[in-house]
Nanobody, 128 residues
């Protein structure tokens, strides 16, 4: 089992920034893909960004590319999501997730259904 714990959410004004953290534990995940997803009230859970732990490759949803940055710290077993220029429509619960995805299937990184391990989420609220 892999345990994931998110932190760093909160209330921020439009145009502000937040950095989310996801700490992983429980087993080796050096070959895993780890991603950030979000779910706003009344909407489906959607992909934000992901990173391959082994080679540091990153992926972004098109709408997030210019404002969000995903990164990791191997020593701390922690993944980060730096969010800048936040907008009210970014308001959602943000979830950390992990899965092993073979290289052939990594183009499907954004598919929520592939991820087997999830954190409990952290609330991000952006006021206008």
């Amino acid at each position: 089992q892999v345990q994931l714990v998110e932190s760093g959410g909160g209330l921020v004004q439009a145009g502000g920034s937040l950095r989310l953290s996801c700490e992983a534990s429980g087993r080796s995940f050096s070959s895993y893909t780890m991603g950030w997803f979000r779910q706003a009230p009344g909407k489906e859970r959607e992909a934000v960004a992901a990173i391959n732990w082994g080679d540091d490759s990153t992926y972004y949803a098109d709408s997030m590319k210019d404002r969000f940055t995903i990164s990791r710290d191997n020593a701390k077993s922690t993944m980060y999501l730096q969010m800048n220029s936040l907008k009210p429509e970014d308001t959602a619960v943000y979830y950390c997730a992990a899965v092993y995805i073979a290289p052939y299937f990594r183009s499907r990184w954004s598919d929520v259904r592939l991820y087997g391990y999830w954190g409990q989420g952290t609330q991000v609220t952006v006021s206008s």
